[in-house]
């Protein structure tokens, strides 16, 4: 089956560690993206990447890092710089830059305690 | 002035009534338009998008896009309890970067 897979689903953490969340995709997609959704708000982008071994920050790219060293896949490190981390955080894919229809995996809720 | 925005809700309304949902863009977007569905504690799924001005159907969606006002709407027919859920509006900003921005959605509550 084609599609996307985030891992793990619920994932919890002491503050202060850096951790890092899976976003992998066999859809053949050339870009991808991260990100973030607060309880009853709509999502925030984190940083994005249009080709493998480049990415550019979203909105909110302080206090998280990516990679993309292969095309299937875009793993996210939340850091201990980042404020607030507890948050849905949802990766998606597009077929290439130019297509703006976005899909996206399951999320992974992260709790920073 | 936010790049697209969205009333929160909810918005309820009964059984096989038409739901009407709506969104209102900036000047610095581009003209296309894109609606997702997303159920409590899930993840957003697309259901339309929309490039033209006028009117686009698929099923009991119709999208909406009034240029002059600068609104997109989206509407559901025969409205049933399994369409609650959180409608998010997506635009594609005017500044190259390309992703699309969200807006912070409308809650649907459709009663039996």
């Known amino acids: 089956d084609g599609g996307i897979t985030q891992s793990p689903k619920y994932l919890f953490r002491k503050e202060g560690q850096n951790v890092t969340l899976s976003c992998e995709q066999n859809l053949n997609h050339d870009a991808m993206y991260w990100y973030r959704q607060d309880p009853g708000q709509g999502l925030r982008l984190i940083y994005y990447s249009q080709i493998v071994n480049d990415f550019q920050k979203g909105d909110i790219a302080e206090g998280y890092s990516v990679s993309r060293e292969k095309k299937e896949s875009f793993p996210l490190t939340v850091t201990s710089a980042q404020k607030n981390p507890t948050a849905f955080y949802l990766c998606?894919?597009?077929?290439?830059?130019?297509?703006?229809?976005?899909?996206f995996g399951p999320g992974t809720r992260l709790t920073v305690t | 002035q936010k790049e697209v925005e969205q009333n929160s809700g909810p918005l309820s309304v009964p059984e096989g009534a038409i739901a009407s949902l709506n969104c209102t863009y900036s000047?610095?977007?581009?003209?296309?338009f894109f609606w997702y569905r997303q159920y409590s504690g899930k993840s957003p799924e697309l259901i339309m998008s929309?490039?033209?001005?006028g009117d686009k159907e698929d099923g009991r969606f119709t999208a909406q896009l009034n240029k002059a006002s600068q609104y997109v709407s989206l509407l559901i027919r025969d409205s049933q309890p399994s369409d609650s859920a959180t409608y998010l509006c997506a635009v594609i900003p005017d500044t190259g970067r390309r992703a699309l921005t969200f807006g912070s959605g409308t809650r649907l509550q459709v009663q039996p």
């Open positions: 998606a894919s597009s077929v290439d830059p130019s297509s703006y229809e976005q899909y």
């Open positions: 929309i490039y033209s001005n």
């Open positions: 000047d610095r977007v581009s003209q296309s």
